[in-house]
C-alpha cells in the first residue's frame, strides 16, 4: 500500500491572533498536489485552534500540540482528547521533544496520550527522537525504539495513578495503526539548522520500520507513515524526501509566523510555495 506524503506545520508557542491569520491566508492560496497524494496538517497553539479551523480550507487538517492523558476533569491547564474532537480537531501531536525534555513527560506518559487520544478518535503524530548526547553514544536505535515501544504499549495502569478507566479496562496496544503517524525529530536538529543528513534519516526510519514489522507487523510497517522533522526547509526537503523510509515532515521553520524563528525575510509566501514545489520532486507524485 503506497503511503500518503504527510506535510506537517507545527507551529510550536509562536504567534498573535494577527500573524496566525496572515499564514492562513498564505496556506489557502498556496497551490499544493491534490489531498490524494500528499496529507496536509498545521499545528497552531491551543487559543489559536478554533479561528484556524474555521479559516483553513477544508482539504488542510488542523491537530493540537498536546492533550490531556485521559478524560477531563480536575486537571488545571489541561485540555482533554474529548475538547479536541468537540471542536472538529482531527489530529494531535504527543511526545515531542520539547514537552519530554522540558516538561518531563516520559515514554510511558506519551504511550498513555497516544492510546486515549487514538481512543477519542483522534489521530496522533507521535514523535520520537535521540539528544545529540545520545546519538554520540551510539545509542539513536535502543532510545526511539523504547520510545515508540512505548507508543505502542501503555503501561498506564501500573506507572501512573491518574484515573483514567478506559485504559485499564482496554488492554494495552495501539489497535489501529493507520491512525498514528510517526514522526523522527532528532533533538540535535530541532531548531538548531542542523538537519540530519539524508542517509542518517533514512537509517533511523529504516530502523523504525524494521521495528514496525517485527513488532507490529509487516502490514503495519509496510502502511505506517514515519516522516521526519528538524530544520527541514525548501533546500534540504527534497533530499530528504527522497529517501525511501521518509514519509514526510513535520517542520517549524518554512512555514514560519512572521516574526518567528525562520528566516525572517518576508518572503514567506514564496518559501511556503517554493516548499511544496521542491516536494513534488519525489517520485510518488
Ligand atoms: O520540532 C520540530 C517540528 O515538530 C522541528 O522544528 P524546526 O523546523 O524549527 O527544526
Known amino acids: 500500500m503506497g503511503r500518503k506524503f504527510f506535510v506537517g506545520g507545527n507551529w510550536k508557542c509562536n504567534g498573535t491572533i494577527e500573524e496566525v491569520k496572515k499564514i492562513v491566508t498564505m496556506l489557502n492560496e498556496a497551490e499544493v498536489p491534490s489531498q490524494d497524494v500528499v496529507e496536509v496538517v498545521v499545528s497552531p497553539p491551543f487559543v489559536f485552534l478554533p479561528v484556524v479551523k474555521s479559516l483553513l480550507r477544508p482539504d488542510f487538517h488542523v491537530a493540537a500540540q498536546n492533550c490531556w492523558v485521559g478524560k477531563g476533569g480536575a486537571f488545571t491547564g489541561e485540555v482533554s482528547a474529548k475538547m479536541l474532537v468537540n471542536l472538529g480537531i482531527t489530529w494531535v501531536i504527543l511526545g515531542h521533544s520539547e514537552r519530554r525534555l522540558v516538561l518531563g513527560e516520559s515514554n510511558e506518559f506519551v504511550g498513555d496520550k497516544v492510546a486515549y487520544a487514538l481512543s477519542q478518535g483522534l489521530k496522533v503524530i507521535a514523535c520520537v527522537g535521540e539528544t545529540l548526547e545520545q546519538r554520540e ?41 493507520s491512525n498514528v503517524v510517526l514522526a523522527y525529530e532528532p533533538v540535535w536538529a530541532i531548531g538548531t539548522g542542523k538537519v540530519a543528513t539524508p542517509t542518517q534519516a533514512q537509517e533511523v526510519h529504516s530502523e523504525l520500520r524494521k521495528w514496525l514489522q517485527e513488532n507490529a507487523g509487516a502490514e503495519v510497517a509496510a502502511s505506517t ?24 515532515f513535520l517542520n517549524c521553520r518554512e512555514l514560519k509566523l512572521a516574526g518567528g524563528n525562520g528566516n525572517g525575510n518576508g518572503s514567506d509566501r514564496a518559501v511556503v510555495r517554493l516548499w511544496f514545489r521542491k516536494l513534488e520532486g519525489r517520485k510518488v507524485w
Not at 523504547?146 to 496496544?173: E, M, P, W
Open 225 to 248: 507513515r514515519i516522516i521526519y522533522g528538524g530544520s527541514v526547509n525548501g533546500a534540504n526537503c527534497k533530499e530528504l524526501a527522497i529517501q525511501p523510509d521518509v514519509d514526510g
Open 137 to 177: 553514544s551510539g545509542s539513536t536505535t535502543v532510545v526511539v525504539a523504547a520510545q515508540t515501544k512505548a507508543i505502542a504499549v501503555t503501561y498506564f495502569a501500573t506507572v501512573h495513578k491518574v484515573n483514567c478507566a478506559f485504559l485499564k479496562k482496554s488492554g494495552d496496544r495501539v489497535s489501529n495503526w
